[in-house]
Structure formats: structure tokens, C-alpha cells
């Protein structure tokens, strides 16, 4: 299986908005929510922001939001501030107990 | 409070194997699937596996077929990733990973990390 479909990066200046795209196919993102986004900072654990599409975990703030559409989903931050430059990683659930992630992408805040 | 705790950086010679540990505490071991993800220098992350903790069920990727195998002890809340047949290409960080309650949950929780270098 090939990884999801990111861009290598992103950039954005503070308080501006950016959104990263994934996309992958129908037997991945277009079958179903499960599709999930996560932050690594360099040296330090990756953490889940967004779950199932749209749902964020306990203490993300609201700045970040998902979205999906066919077989692309979406990661908007909004309001950007430097602690948000950092890689993330889109993942899906693939069928037969598979997981899959994106190639991710690293955003620049400016 | 989610914790996992991975055993320590390995240095490995090509062809030899590896087993790393993850020890989980803080919610119920059995109920939640435990993943292996790894990160090469440079690269994205890369999904190798999955378990349930409740009957020992595992998926591996198609790519580590047959080269991996995870495991769990239910007495010590503790995950294993073995790797064998490694190549310098393996060197990488791995990380496990708690997912939900269903295998195609999404992972909620990250280990720190476990370096492995192959090097002759």
C-alpha cells in the first residue's frame, strides 16, 4: 500500500490560516471517518489532534479543525502561532485491520 | 493517565533481531489495541503492526510480513515488537502506539520512542 498523499509543506504566517490536504482512495479515506492527524515536534512523541474526521481530543484548542471530501481529508489550523511549526501525519484506517499514513508535511510559521 | 514506557536505544548488526518493549499503565491493557509505527531518518511515519491485547490477534503490514512479530503479556501490561533479518534500512525510531477499543480505532496515545541503528 502506498502512504497517503501530502504536501511535502506547508507555510503560514501567525495568525494566519493554513490546511493541509491528504488524500488517498476509496478503499482508505473515502470509506469511512476513520481518519485521524497527528503533530511531531522534533525530539518529542507525535500527539493526536484530530480523530474521526472532525473530533478533537481533550486539551487541543479549537484553532485546529478537520474535514473530509471523497477520498481527501483535511487539517485547517487557524490563527497560527509558533509553537504550531511542527510535521504532521495524516492517517487512515485501511481495510483488514490496516493502518496507513500520509508522507506528512512540515509547516512553517513564518 | 495513559503511559507508555519503551525499553531503550539498541544497536544492531545487519542480519541479527530486536525486541522492543512497551510498557503500558494507567487504563485497562486488555481493552485497547497497541500499534507499532517507526519513523526513519528523514522519513514519514510508517505502520508496521497491531495487536489485541485480549486474545494475542495480530496484522502486520504486508511489507513486514514474516519479518515481524508482536506480542503481549498480560501480567505485565507489556507490548513487544520483534524485528528480525535487519538491514541498515531498518535503523529508525519505533514507537508504540494505543489505539481505541476497535482495531480500526484511531491511535490516541504515543510512546517516547525507541532509537535503532544497524550498523556493521
Known amino acids: 500500500q502506498s502512504a497517503l498523499t501530502q504536501p511535502r509543506s506547508v507555510s503560514g504566517s501567525p495568525g494566519q490560516s493554513v490546511t493541509i490536504s491528504c488524500t488517498g482512495n476509496r478503499n482508505d479515506i473515502g470509506t469511512d471517518n476513520y481518519v485521524s492527524w497527528h503533530q511531531l515536534h522534533p525530539g518529542k512523541a507525535p500527539k493526536l489532534i484530530i480523530f474521526d474526521i472532525t473530533k478533537r481530543p481533550s486539551g487541543v484548542p479549537d484553532r485546529f479543525s478537520g474535514s473530509k471530501s471523497g477520498n481527501t481529508a483535511s487539517l485547517t489550523i487557524s490563527g497560527l502561532e509558533a509553537e504550531d511549526e511542527a510535521d504532521y501525519y495524516c492517517c487512515s484506517y485501511a481495510g483488514s485491520y490496516t493502518l496507513l499514513f500520509g508522507g506528512g508535511t512540515k509547516l512553517t510559521v513564518l | 493517565q495513559v503511559h507508555l514506557v519503551q525499553s531503550g536505544a539498541e544497536v544492531k548488526k545487519p542480519g541479527a533481531s530486536v525486541k522492543v518493549s512497551c510498557k503500558a499503565s494507567g487504563y485497562m491493557f486488555s481493552d485497547y489495541y497497541m500499534h507499532w509505527v517507526r519513523q526513519a531518518p528523514g522519513q514519514g511515519l510508517e505502520w508496521m503492526g497491531m495487536?489485541?491485547?485480549?486474545?494475542?490477534?495480530?496484522n502486520y503490514a504486508q511489507k513486514f510480513q514474516g519479518r515481524v512479530t508482536v506480542t503481549r503479556d498480560t501480567s505485565t501490561t507489556t507490548v513487544y515488537l520483534e524485528l528480525n533479518s535487519l538491514t541498515s534500512e531498518d535503523t529508525a525510531v519505533y514507537y508504540c502506539?494505543?489505539?481505541?477499543?476497535?482495531?480500526?480505532?484511531?491511535?490516541?496515545?504515543w510512546g517516547q520512542g525507541t532509537l535503532l541503528s544497524v550498523s556493521s
Open positions: 495487536i489485541n491485547p485480549s486474545g494475542g490477534r495480530t
Open positions: 502506539a494505543r489505539g481505541g477499543l476497535r482495531g480500526y480505532s484511531p491511535i490516541q496515545h
